[in-house]
Every structure is written in structure tokens, then in C-alpha cells.
């Protein structure tokens, strides 16, 4: 039997269960709820002319990722470069045009990957500290004169194989091999890939992983530092209390109370094949898998709730995966 039980705790991205009945989270505008690590999640060849639906499902996702851009489309499609930084992402060098590099002489890979920075720094405000080479084709000159342009190299340990034609669940699929601190390879432009995302941000919360960023010391995905880049939605930080008032044999019910902030947006999440049905008392949003609600406030106060549909997974519930204030 479920019985309620209300917790307010100080607890930073941490879940505490009290009888098993009502959880309290923390959560930071990153999505830090539950995270017991992160992953890198890169989108390389951008900015492209689908880079603001790219950064719509991002965000309607709750995640921000590193988009490794060319300098070549960063001055082609400056106003789009703009829109990730905008939207919290990080962005990263991956060359001027995508040339193969590693037949360049020095001078030609300085003179490149120079370019391509300048030019990203010229879009988007922010000067490049990771650098991906074309193809992950690399040598010892080349990670040289990255480094002394003031870059770090990151390759990938997961490639999603979205560029060769790879299905939706099999991009799911690739990625759900991710784990603490790894990078996965993915790219702007392709559709399969944006239709993906809920599903691995769903595979990634059910594993307590969060998106990251990538760290310029170690090449590693970390916490995000909070530092200039605004987090997704622009605002400041929020928390979201969860508790389960109702539990039926097929459905439960998730209660969702916001402190911090009277006008925010909150993103819950959960397991598929459980389904999210009816929401109330706030602007809801779900995505097309079903499995993640982008709620906003509408004025009917900072409690809003949601019914899932168990469909035979009768143990998960839903987990917060960020609030956002403003
Ligand atoms: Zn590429």
C-alpha cells in the first residue's frame, strides 16, 4: 500500500525516499536531479538550417549538449550559432570546411583551425576550448597545434552512427552504451537523430546519468559549471517536489510542487513504456514518445500533476529532470 508522506528537504540532486512513498528532489536548471554522473552529448557539423529545431528539442528535453561547428557554417549562419549558445549549449571547433586534415602541413592546420574559431567567436560570442577534428582523424601535429590554440581534443567513445544512415532506435540503442563521462558523437541535420533524443534522455535519467558538459582539463563529460552560459529557458534555479498521491493497478498519479520561483518551467520524465496521459494546473508539453512533460506555470499556482499509464511497468515513477525559473 502507498501511503503519503510530504519531506522537505535541503537534499542537492539527490532523491530521498521516505517509506518509499514520497521523494523529494532538488533539481538545477542543468537537470542535475538524481545525476550519479554525466555524459557528453555533441552534435558536430552545424550550425546548419535545422539547427533551431535541433535546440527546440533540446530544450524541450532539458538538455544542453556541445555542438561541434564549422567555422565555415558559424559564418554562414551566424544568427543560428547565436541560438545555441542562447539556448545553454557549448560550442566547440570542428575545423574551417571539414577538410581531412592530418595531410596538412602545421602551418595549414594553425591557419584552419584559427580560422574556424575566430569565426565561431565572431557568431556566438564564445572563443572555441574544445576542438574535434574532421572524422576523428587526428596525429600528434594536430593535437599540437590545437593545444596551442588553446584547445583540447575530444574524439568520442560512442558513435551513435547517425551519419550512416542509422534508425531512430538504433541511435537509442548505440547511445544507451553510454556511461560516466563518456562522449557520444551525434550530428546537426539529420531528423532521425532529433526524433532519438527523448527516448536517450529517457534512457539516461532511468540510469541516473545527466548530460554534461565536457570538461577542457580532462576531455571528460562533467557537471555543468553554471558559469556564463544561461541554462536552458534562460532563468535562474528552481526545485520541484515530487510525491505519488495516487496509485492504481494500471496508472499512477505524480504531484509536482515548485518552490523558488512563481513562474517556471519544469521537465518530469518517465520510463517507457510508461505513458504520460492527462496533465492539470500549468501549460503542458509531451513529446511525441509520451515519456516527457515540459510543464509551465499558468498562473493556477505552483502545483501541477499528471497521470501516467503504467503499461506494464508498474515500479517506475517519475523523476524531475529540470526546473527552471522565469
Ligand atoms: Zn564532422
Do not use: K
Not at 542543468?30 to 535546440?55: E, Q
Not at 499512477?252 to 518530469?268: D, F, H, I, L, M
Amino acid at each position: 500500500m502507498f501511503g503519503i508522506r510530504t519531506a522537505r528537504l535541503a537534499v542537492i540532486a539527490t532523491a530521498v525516499a521516505l517509506g518509499g512513498v514520497a521523494i523529494t528532489v532538488t533539481a538545477t536548471p542543468a537537470g542535475a536531479a538524481t545525476c550519479n554522473g554525466y555524459v557528453g552529448l555533441t552534435f558536430d557539423d552545424g550550425p546548419t538550417g535545422s539547427t533551431g529545431t535541433l535546440l527546440n528539442v533540446l530544450r524541450a528535453n532539458g538538455v544542453r549538449a556541445t555542438m561541434f561547428n564549422t567555422g565555415q557554417n558559424a559564418q554562414n549562419n551566424r544568427s543560428a550559432a547565436q541560438a545555441q549558445v542562447s539556448a545553454g549549449m557549448w560550442v566547440g571547433n570542428h575545423s574551417w570546411n571539414h577538410a581531412h586534415m592530418t595531410g596538412m602541413s602545421q602551418s595549414q592546420m594553425q591557419s584552419d583551425l584559427s580560422q574556424a574559431s575566430s569565426a565561431i567567436q565572431s557568431a556566438t560570442g564564445v572563443r572555441p576550448q574544445l576542438f574535434r577534428p574532421p572524422y576523428g582523424e587526428t596525429n600528434g601535429t594536430l593535437q599540437s597545434v590545437a593545444s596551442s590554440l588553446g584547445m583540447r581534443q575530444v574524439i568520442w567513445d560512442v558513435d551513435s552512427q547517425d551519419w550512416n544512415g542509422a534508425s531512430v532506435s538504433q541511435i537509442v540503442s548505440n547511445a544507451s552504451r553510454l556511461q560516466s563521462g563518456q562522449v557520444i558523437l551525434m550530428h546537426d541535420g539529420i531528423q532521425n537523430t532529433r526524433d532519438a533524443i527523448p527516448q536517450i534522455m529517457a534512457n539516461l535519467t532511468s540510469r541516473n546519468l545527466c548530460p554534461g558538459m565536457i570538461s577542457a582539463s580532462t576531455g571528460r563529460a562533467v557537471a555543468p559549471d553554471g558559469g556564463s552560459t544561461p541554462p536552458p529557458g534562460g532563468g535562474g534555479s528552481c526545485s520541484a517536489s515530487l510525491s505519488y498521491p495516487n496509485v492504481w493497478g494500471d496508472r499512477y498519479n505524480t504531484s509536482v510542487t515548485v518552490s523558488g520561483a512563481s513562474s517556471w518551467t519544469v521537465v518530469v520524465a518517465v520510463s517507457s513504456p510508461q505513458r504520460i496521459t492527462t496533465t492539470w494546473n500549468g501549460t503542458a508539453s509531451v513529446d511525441g514518445s509520451g515519456t516527457v512533460l515540459t510543464m509551465r506555470s499558468n498562473g493556477s499556482g505552483n502545483t501541477f500533476g499528471f497521470t501516467t499509464m503504467f503499461n506494464g511497468n508498474s515500479g517506475g515513477r517519475a523523476q524531475v529532470r529540470s526546473c527552471t525559473a522565469g
